[in-house]
């Protein structure tokens, strides 16, 4: 059977069915069990629900003031949000006043023991009005619930509702409390859910064209958008509402009026896709920008359905010829290592093809924390027989795989990035980026030049010393043991 058992699992042995050895002789339906809750006694790599809303949905938008209601903690973690710059433009011309308003600032009920007994829905309104005074130039506000305050029943639409008539504003609220599913992906579909059913089809967008899209589940890690955004400009395509990087909340409100929805990270957003394509029939198509030959088919794929083949033929030429000869020169030296690719969820279907085609490297091993059944078979289908695929690995396990597969290079997010490190193996973010942005053409190029530099920065040679050392201080023991001859 090509499901196999940590070492490390030993005491576990339900994570076997978590873990999947690519065999392609195998039964398609042979995957790694996935999006159940993490196994008990596991120290996962998971967030929770409210992280998957906050931090991963509503977290970009540009001009959202966010009031969570708990205790202390969980506003702190809210606070470290991906890496999602905005610009202060929005669409009716103005500047939004403050840069990167989304990135500087959270707000809190900070819910105390005696909130716990008496309930924290007079605490939770003062604490939206207080922070609409503070920040008056938000133009809405986003208020969550979470374990606390989802365990002691706090009414958080009923106290939106009301202070949303007393500030004249929109005030949303979203429940998704850290226990609402089992990983961060519950809170993208209540996020996704909340802001279709609050939001869209209550605003108009200040023009319109023929080649209006909606671009869903892009986020603007690191510039992302930016460069998709380049792209669609020179076919004179327009990106009508992005959802939801370095988009304005009004954005969201006039996603009806599109011809033609794009999904970018199909796990987080292809919810509200659906939605738009059964309440308003808006066709969707599902879209990657990795790599090299996933953009040229995808931008192809884009003209083609506006009838702005040339135009994409173009975009492709114009960066391809300068980046190419880069690229080239990157597969040189990156050529043979081997990665260990460990994302939230699509990237793992998303880069091993391209790493391997592109650069020639190796993946030997791939994890995601909260990918479903669909996303799982595509990883199956994309990478290299023998490849481990395995579901919310959890520390030990992350280890066992450094270990084991040995790779020369992990990409994946910054709680597993210093254990890599202690083992003496780069790592690169792929969920909030080293130097992004890592989309499209000029994407792939940073993120080859990232492991580039990654893999050959001289201070791993330091690990050679300390080894030296290592050996040296041992051998001296083992002859102080011994004793004189
Ligand atoms: S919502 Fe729950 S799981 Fe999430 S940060 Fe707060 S306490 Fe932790």
Redesign the pocket.
Known sequence: MPFDLFEVDKEIPERKKHIYIKDSKDPKEHIPACNTTTVPGCMTERG?A??GAKGVITGAIKDALHVVH?PV??TA?AYGTKRYPTTPDMPNGDKFPIDNFNLKYITGTDIRESDVVFGGMDKLKKCILEANKEFPEANAIYTYA???TGLIGDDIDAVSREVAEEIGKDVIAINA???AGPSQSKGHQVANDVLFESLVGTKEPPRTTEYDVNLIGEYNIDGDLWVLREYFDEMGINILSTFSGDCCHDEIGWMHRAKLSLVRCQRSSNYIAKLLKERYDIPYIKVDFFGIRYPTENLKALGEYFGKEEEAEKVIESRMKWIRPELDKLKEKLQGKKVWVFSGGPKNWHLPEPLEEELGMDVVAVSTMFEHEDGYEKIKERVGENTVIIDDPNSLEAEEIIEKYKPDIVLSGVKEKYLAHKMGVPCILIHSYENGPYIGFEGFLNLAKDMYAAIYNPVWKLMEFEQEIEEEISAENHARRRGPS
């Open positions: 929770c409210f992280a708990s903690g969980c973690y979470t374990c606390t409390p850290g226990f």
